[in-house]
């Protein structure tokens, strides 16, 4: 499971690098709650 975590982390700093900031921690967020 930590894998899977792990590899969420890394896909979040990719995308919020992308998108320009911390806007795609809002839906990164959601998943885990």
Same mark, same amino acid.
């Given at each position: 499971?930590? @894998? +899977?975590?792990? +590899? !969420?982390?890394? #896909? #979040? @700093? @990719?995308? $919020?690098? *992308?998108? %320009? %900031? %911390? !806007? *795609?921690? +809002?839906? +990164? @967020?959601? $998943? #885990?709650?």
């Amino acid at each position: 499971m930590k @894998i +899977l975590i792990d +590899l !969420y982390v890394q #896909f #979040f @700093i @990719i995308g $919020s690098t *992308a998108f %320009g %900031g %911390g !806007y *795609a921690v +809002l839906p +990164l @967020i959601n $998943s #885990f709650v």
